[in-house]
């Protein structure tokens, strides 16, 4: 199967663990400002445009909700691209996308081509930059991934805080469709800083590819006996149809990783991570309105959650692994925490506490991305991160589309914002509980010395496999030789 630098010709490295890693952590940061960050700040035209537009406020900010879905269920598409194409190209091609909606926009006539444009056309961009650029640090990067994802992520933080004022300046300076176009030429800069992401050849590359070659090649002898050949040709052409689809899917995507229990787990433990991971964000201001508190603290309850998120992301990059408590522990036991904090939130009824609960759950939510982003190439590898990373964050926007709505449910029913944080809180314990499973005996390896070369390689298990095939076969066959000269010696 292709890799995201399968186009790169060169020797086969191990990861460097820095050198140009860190400037493709700077480039990490950018992109993550020109998407997380711009998307946290389009708030400051949904007032402008639900009056533009006549309409309601739920169709207003179906836009948020469009790119953050699009963003997260198009990762596995551009995990296939950049196994095909690179990862340098793809992150360009997404900057130029992404800034090519915001430009587009200069032309809409209804709140529709805006769903179009700065919703799907953007999100797509965003998911094709963002998506691929953290894959490429995962494949730079062993002992400081976890700081190299913290460089990157907290980009989306800082600019929190300085777009929607300048955004608000455009705005009220050059309407809103020209503020569109300058942000436009914001995102652009992807595409610049896309050109530092320089592609790189692991040997865990390298000895996957040969190991895949071998399994196809290797076959039993019985099968090319001339009594099997119509069973052969039966079989082949019974499933010629599932072997060319699969075969076109393998090619650019690592769908192998669906059989492993392992990333099985941690799929199930992501989607719940999503299903709740914002139902705090979204809920807290109306709850502390439904208790009194005034506008304007209320809503600065959230800038409370933001500055406890550029403390978590730029702090977690501090935290040292352990070898029986990793980056996948530390990634569980942080999420368990924002749950565990989060059962209690009912109990916040004044809003001193409220804004304690923001603070602490902002610090753990920031310290969570880089950890997920860790996490994942632990799990499935660095040769197969662009694989691993599409299929959870596909999984994770699912469960950020489903998770407010349901929580929103709730509260419709229930009439009181607790039960939203109940549920959000429950999802995120359970999320944070579900890793620590994989320490279970049956999801280790059968040897030790397995798991320690699996964790070298970083993901070469298809080789070790391939390697027990060639030791089992010469084997056989050197037992064959052994016994055709000892019958011919009796004989």
């Known amino acids: 199967m292709g890799t995201l ?3 790169k010709p060169g020797r086969p490295v191990d990861p460097p663990d820095g050198g140009w ?29 639900q009056d533009y537009f006549s309409v309601t ?14 963003l997260n269920l198009a990762a596995p598409i551009a995990g296939a691209l950049s196994n095909r194409f690179g990862c340098r190209a793809v992150v360009m091609a997404g900057g130029v996308i992404s800034s090519a909606g915001f430009l587009l926009s200069l032309w809409a006539t209804s709140l529709f081509h805006l769903y179009v444009t ?84 692991l040997k865990g590359d390298v000895t996957a590819d040969k190991s895949s070659e071998n399994v196809q090649e290797s076959s039993p002898q019985s099968s090319r006996s001339p009594d099997n050949k119509i069973n052969v040709n039966v079989t082949t052409e019974k499933h010629s149809l599932t072997k060319v689809i699969l075969g076109k899917i393998s090619s650019v995507i690592d769908i192998t ?9 941690f799929c199930v433990a992501v989607f719940l991570f999503g299903f709740g991971r914002f139902v705090p964000n979204i809920y807290i201001v109306p709850r502390a309105r439904a208790f009194g508190v005034e506008e304007y603290p209320s809503a600065f309850l959230l800038s409370i959650l933001a500055i406890g998120d550029i403390i978590g992301r730029a702090s977690v990059g501090l935290l040292p692994e352990w070898s029986r408590f990793r980056r996948v522990d530390q990634y569980a036991m942080n999420t368990f925490l924002m749950g565990f904090i989060t059962l209690f939130a009912p109990l916040a ?40 990373l599409g299929i959870i964050m596909f999984l994770r926007g699912i469960g ?49 010395e397995d798991k320690v070369e699996e964790h070298e390689s970083d ?33």
Not at 57 to 70: D, F, K, N, R, Y
Not at 257 to 265: A, G, M, Q
Not at 440 to 446: D, E
């Open 21 to 49: 890693g860190w400037m493709v952590a700077l480039a990490g940061f950018v992109v993550s400002a020109c998407s997380y960050g711009v998307m946290r700040s389009l708030g400051v035209f949904f007032v402008t445009w």
């Open 257 to 265: 990783l669906l059989t492993e229990p392992r990333f099985l787990v």
């Open 400 to 448: 950020n589309l489903a998770g407010p709505p349901f929580a929103g449910w709730l509260r419709d029913i229930t009439c009181s914002f607790d039960a939203t944080l109940l549920e959000g809180g429950s999802c995120l314990v359970l999320a944070g509980l579900l890793p620590f499973v994989l320490h279970l005996r049956v999801f280790q390896p059968t040897k030790p």
């Open 459 to 491: 993901g070469t298990r298809l080789s070790l496999l391939a390697t027990e095939r060639e030791e089992l076969s010469t084997a056989s066959t050197q037992g064959h030789e052994t016994s055709v000269v000892i019958k011919e010696t009796a004989f």
């Open 349 to 388: 009824k004044t809003y001193a506490t409220m804004a304690v609960y923001s603070g602490f759950y902002g610090l753990l939510m920031g310290g969570c991305v880089p950890l997920l982003y860790s996490a994942i190439a632990e799990i499935g590898g660095a040769n197969r991160i662009s694989s691993a």
């Open 5 to 7: 630098c399968r186009r």
């Open 118 to 201: 700065v919703g799907f056309l953007t999100g797509f961009g965003y998911s094709l930059s963002l998506i691929t650029t953290m894959a490429t640090i995962g494949r730079y990067f062993t002992t400081h991934r976890l700081r190299a994802n913290s460089i990157a992520a907290i980009g989306a933080s800082f600019v929190s805080f300085a777009f929607p004022p300048l955004f608000q300046y455009l705005m009220d300076e050059y309407t809103w469709r020209g503020a569109l176009v300058i942000i436009g030429g914001i995102v652009l800069q992807v595409a610049g800083f896309g050109a530092l992401e320089r592609p790189i050849l």
């Open 57 to 70: 406020a739920a169709e207003t900010g179906l836009i948020q909700s469009i790119i953050t879905g699009v």
